[in-house]
């Protein structure tokens, strides 16, 4: 069985607002794609860069989707994360849990 070193890669692009009325929505569409991935060989990329406000159901939301990306060795990428979402992973000692990545790559 060929293993190929590239991961797979599936992107899912955050609502503008993040919080307690998109996250259960948000959250299924993720565990969808993480189930679409092979287990210890992918990442999530969930793209930021059009979201505007996250609240704490959506960190809650970010990090349960974390949780069960861990569960099956995926990395979860956070691309496009304004100062004030970035500011807010640093204070609660979530950042070291996701790739930050900037915008424009």
Do not use: H, W, Y
């Not at 070193?5 to 009325?21: H, I, S």
């Not at 991935?37 to 809650?60: F, H, M, N, Q, Y």
């Not at 304004?82 to 996701?98: A, I, M, S």
């Amino acid at each position: 069985m060929a293993m190929t070193t590239r991961p797979t890669e599936k992107v899912l692009a955050a609502p503008e607002e993040l919080g307690l009325e998109s996250r259960t929505g948000f959250r299924r569409a993720a565990g969808e794609l993480l189930d679409q991935l092979p287990e210890g060989a992918g990442r999530l990329v969930i793209d930021l860069s059009a979201t505007r406000a996250v609240d704490s159901a959506g960190l809650g939301a970010l990090m349960l989707i974390q949780r069960k990306a861990a569960e099956r060795r995926l990395t979860v990428c956070l691309r496009g994360a304004n100062e004030e979402l970035r500011f807010l992973l640093v204070l609660t000692k979530l950042d070291d849990l996701f790739e930050l990545e900037s915008g424009g790559r």
